[in-house]
């Protein structure tokens, strides 16, 4: 089976833009997971999806949101780019039943970088 | 609440000496935990996980990990290091209340000298 995919894997933008990265869960994979990876705070989550709905929200501010399509597939959008927002973004996906044994696959990122 | 701490930011090993990378865990629920391996530049990969089978878990490339309930403990270790083993590794908590959120570790950055 192919792995999770994620695109694009470097992004570059300026203060004040927005963002779209985009992620291909494993084939079967109901829920995707999405995570900020940062070397100050480390690995946050961010949001997880399932069956298109949004199951499970971190703390971050409403300029980060997402949305998952009837194929699984994801993405997150965010606004109003800040300094801040550099980060590798990480998408990991799982079948979804909402079990503690759920393993979460990782894609191998996204890095955003904003000047 | 749930929380995991990993309690070596650092940890550096002669080639051929044993790992261990320590990891605690606080959990109000029966968890699951899991250990992560994360090359440069790279997304993180399973190295193995624990799900109340059994409390020693074996893992890829020689990893494995003990759960201690009384100690809250689940540490990982390797018999001998390699080169290739130098990398970030996660400790990963998680618990399912709605969906199965993962609650990380800060890391533990491995050395291996030559």
């Known amino acids: 089976k192919a792995g999770v995919t994620q695109t694009p894997r470097y992004l570059i933008k300026t203060r004040g833009q927005q963002v779209t990265l985009s992620c291909s869960p494993i084939s079967g994979h109901r829920s995707v997971s999405w995570y900020q990876q940062t070397p100050g705070q480390g690995l946050q989550f961010l949001f997880e999806?399932?069956?298109?709905?949004?199951?499970n929200k971190g703390n971050f501010p409403g300029r980060f949101s997402g949305r998952q399509f009837s194929n699984s597939r994801s993405e997150m959008n965010v606004s109003t780019l800040e300094l801040g927002d550099s980060a590798l973004y990480l998408c990991a996906s799982s079948l979804g039943r909402g079990a503690a044994t759920d393993t979460q696959y990782f894609g191998p990122g996204t890095r955003l970088t904003v000047l | 609440a749930q929380s995991v701490t990993q309690l070596d930011s650092h940890v550096s090993v002669s080639e051929g000496t044993p790992v261990l990378l320590r990891c605690n865990y606080s959990?109000?629920?029966?968890?699951?935990l899991f250990w992560y391996v994360q090359h440069p530049n790279k997304g993180l990969q399973l190295l193995l996980k624990?799900?109340?089978?059994?409390?020693l878990v074996k893992g890829i490339n020689g990893f494995e990990a003990e759960f201690k309930k009384s100690e809250t403990s689940f540490h990982l270790t390797k018999p001998s290091a390699h080169m290739s083993d130098a990398a970030e590794y996660f400790c990963v908590v998680s618990v399912s209340n709605t969906g199965n959120q993962f609650y990380f570790g800060t890391g533990t950055s491995l050395t291996v000298i030559p």
């Open positions: 624990y799900t109340s089978a059994a409390t």
């Open positions: 959990s109000s629920y029966s968890p699951s």
């Open positions: 999806y399932f069956s298109e709905t949004q199951r």
